[in-house]
């Protein structure tokens, strides 16, 4: 496998390289990822062109934006599910070597929801989040803080996954850090809500049972944080 120019050199050392060992687990992830992208690109399509009749001319930035942090969302959340539900089933467990995988590429999507986000940011885009004056309301503001705070902790996360950063920390510490990623998570939940809430309760936010993209990403995350703690509230089970 040549080297890609692209790939920095640290993440194809430790990721990439052949007979390394180490690139076990990312052909099952860009699987799931590739799954994943195309469900939510499709979901978004036809919930906002075909249902909502928004322009398709907003296909590239605005529905991709939506179907992107749908999907990040999705693998963040899937990685930190597969160790709670490793508990029921042995057929996890063998898989949970792809955690760290998802959430890295889970991280990178968030990352580009952000910077498309930053593009499209604006009240003809989001005219929710701004009041008359042009300013950003406290809802708008309110949101942007909490998905601020969830990139920095979740790039803090990312960070220390990574052999060189971990190889440093001691056990208690990289999991500390690692822990913070259920508070990104939450932040999220936050960022989502406090941005979209007030469109849930319109009749025809639910149009043909196609529900809002920014719902759907509030029930997978609070999935998510249910399995935690019922798996925190169960006894450990003996070996």
Not at 168 to 178: A, I, L, P, R, T
Request: glycine content about 8%.
């Amino acid at each position: 496998m040549k080297r890609c120019f692209f790939i920095p050199k640290l993440w194809y050392n430790y990721y990439m390289k052949p007979n390394s060992g180490k690139s076990v687990g990312w052909h099952e992830t860009f699987t799931i990822f590739f799954i994943t992208i195309i469900l939510s690109l499709g979901y978004a399509f036809i919930r906002y062109n075909v249902i909502r009749d928004v322009p398709y001319d907003n296909i590239p930035l605005y529905i991709s934006n939506k179907a992107i942090a749908l999907a990040s969302v999705i693998l963040i959340g899937i990685s930190f599910v597969m160790g709670p539900l490793a508990r029921f089933s042995q057929g996890i467990v063998r898989h949970l070597y792809l955690r760290k995988h998802l959430g890295l590429v889970g991280f990178a999507l968030a990352a580009m929801h952000a910077l498309m986000s930053m593009i499209l940011l604006g009240p003809a885009y989001y005219g929710k989040l701004y009041a008359a004056s042009g300013k950003l309301t406290l809802a708008g503001e309110g949101s942007m803080l909490f998905g601020v705070l969830a990139i920095v902790i979740f790039s803090i996360v990312s960070i220390t996954s990574m052999p060189p950063i971990s190889k440093h920390m001691h056990q208690d510490q990289w999991q500390f850090v690692q822990r913070l990623g259920y508070l990104a998570y939450i932040f999220v939940l936050l960022h989502v809500y406090v941005m979209s809430n007030a469109g849930w309760s319109k009749p025809d936010a639910y149009s043909y049972g196609f529900i809002p993209v920014s719902l759907l990403s509030v029930l997978v995350i609070i999935f998510v944080l249910l399995m935690r703690v019922l798996v925190m509230a169960l006894p450990q089970k003996k070996r």
